[in-house]
């Protein structure tokens, strides 16, 4: 089946660590999207890619990086400069401006 | 990015009809109106968009106001499943690198549906 998958699903996080969400779709979309959301918000973009091995900031960058390799994969790093990062995370990729979104990553702090 | 502007929160009842209501004043001649949906602990799903005309697929149908500053999403009969958060976002067509169609999706705090049975 086409579609976009996230992994893990519950990631746990320690102080000054860096971790990586991955999100993979196979619906074969040149655009790709990384977004936060915290309880009862609505979602904030983090980071967009139109193509591949090229990628936009969103209107919450910082602390956060991305890579696109690879039309396939979109993978966003949770860096240590991140002090608030407790969230849901999803990523989404996009045809003819409609986006389809993946499941999603808790992330936690412990 | 223009706004919309969504009641926090609805109800209806069970296979009855929901009208949920977006106002848009600011929109531009060529943002396209976009609604999804999310369920907890989901993903947003999308659900119907439009331009100027009104538009009917298998999940529901999108009244789209002639000055194009509101709009309606209409679920004929809701079900117990339909409960969620519904965003209206507006989205401006842009042409990027290599003539790839993408935009971002703005998200505001949606309407809130709740569904008794």
């Known amino acids: 089946d086409g579609g976009i998958t996230q992994s893990p699903k519950y990631l746990f996080r320690k102080e000054g660590q860096n971790v990586t969400l991955s999100c993979e779709q196979n619906l074969n979309h040149d655009a790709m999207y990384w977004y936060r959301q915290d309880p009862g918000q609505g979602l904030r973009l983090i980071y967009y890619s139109q193509i591949v091995n090229d990628f936009q900031k969103g209107d919450i960058a910082e602390g956060y990086s991305v890579s696109r390799e690879k039309k396939e994969s979109f993978p966003l790093t949770v860096t240590s400069a991140q002090k608030n990062p407790t969230a849901f995370y999803l990523c989404?990729?996009?045809?003819?401006?409609?986006?389809?979104f993946g499941p999603g990553t808790r992330l936690l702090v412990l | 990015d223009a706004k919309t502007t969504q009641p926090n929160s609805m109800e209806s009842n069970e296979e009855e009809p929901v009208h949920l209501p977006c106002n848009h004043s600011?929109?531009?001649?060529?943002?396209?109106i976009h609604w999804y949906r999310q369920l907890p602990s989901q993903g947003p799903e999308y659900v119907i968009h439009?331009?100027?005309s009104n538009v009917n697929n298998r999940m529901a149908s999108l009244a789209i106001a002639e000055d194009r500053k509101s709009s309606t999403l209409i679920l004929h009969r809701a079900t117990l499943r339909d409960a969620a958060v519904y965003y209206c976002?507006?989205?401006?067509?842009?042409?990027?690198?290599?003539?790839?169609?993408?935009?971002?999706?703005?998200f505001g705090q949606g309407t809130i549906l709740t569904v008794h049975p």
């Open positions: 989404a990729s996009s045809i003819k401006g409609t986006q389809y």
């Open positions: 439009g331009l100027t």
């Open positions: 976002i507006l989205r401006d067509v842009k042409v990027g690198a290599g003539g790839t169609s993408y935009g971002k999706l703005t």
């Open positions: 600011t929109i531009s001649g060529t943002d396209y």
